[in-house]
């Protein structure tokens, strides 16, 4: 059996896998935030909760909300702040008590799309992650790519292109700078840009709820929504022109984005032709927990 942890900044989900990819069981429970101790704490009941309700043992592979650095395996580059310059690795290998593969939750995604998802059968799968936070990652020929800074695909840490005088210098961003796309695109992003300008603290989905029942300013919002998405994703387009974007996290949810953003992103890129499928995740705005179950075969 397969464990897939996807540990995210709201949830942390499991699923237990064959190798084939038929899921066994899927479990939920809310993110301990800022409580670095009782995280470990939770994914590790998680993956206990998971073998003894499928009543086997699994191979472990754990998403996190960043990555490792290569040579000190400390956590970095985390919108889940209180995981950095932490031993994440070492932490959950002694909760858990055996051998695990920890990776990137956005890389967990795009190699679980590239593997048996919306993006089979491309060579090179851009995986955007719009949630909590706003990250990538990069598979090619099926597996994550990694780099040797372990840094692939962070198009939420680069400045959003071509700002007019309203978003220069941007919201100040948890990695030390302002203006990071991340701080613009991610669903807290779009829900801060909301509070900005009525004062009301409203979740995403009930911001969107207004939009398509014609309210003008939160119209007004999705649509610039949109074209963050599109400038930010341009960049991506002229350095890397993947094959496809496979598109994850909570905002991925939402329908319109799909019909709006090729155009939009089409007006900005280099090239005057731009043809690249702009799709959901197969397997859900969670698809990164099969990703980090197929950790272990990708191994092999």
Known sequence: MLIGIDWGGTKIEGVAMRPDGVELLRLRRDTPREDYAACITAVAQVIADLEAQTGQRGQVGIGIPGSLAPKTRLAKGASATWILGKPVEADLRAAIGRAIIVENDADCLAASEAHDGAGAGYNVVFAVILGTGAGGGVATGGKAHHGPNN??????????????????????????????????????????????????????????????????????????????????????????????????GGMSNVEELYTELPAALAGYTFSPVFDTPIVKARHGDASGVRGAAWLWKDQS
């Open 151 to 248: 840094t692939p695909g962070e198009w939420g840490h680069s400045p959003l292109p071509w700002p007019d005088v309203t978003e220069i210098p941007g919201q100040p961003c948890y990695c030390g700078r302002h203006g990071c796309m991340e701080t613009w695109v991610s669903g807290t992003g779009f829900q801060n840009e909301f509070f900005r300008h009525t004062g009301q603290s409203l979740r995403a989905a009930e911001i969107i709820g207004l939009m398509r029942a014609g309210d003008r300013l939160a119209g007004m919002l999705w649509q610039r929504y949109v074209d963050r998405v599109a400038r930010g994703l341009s960049m991506v387009v002229n350095i890397l022109d993947p094959d496809i974007f496979v598109m994850g």
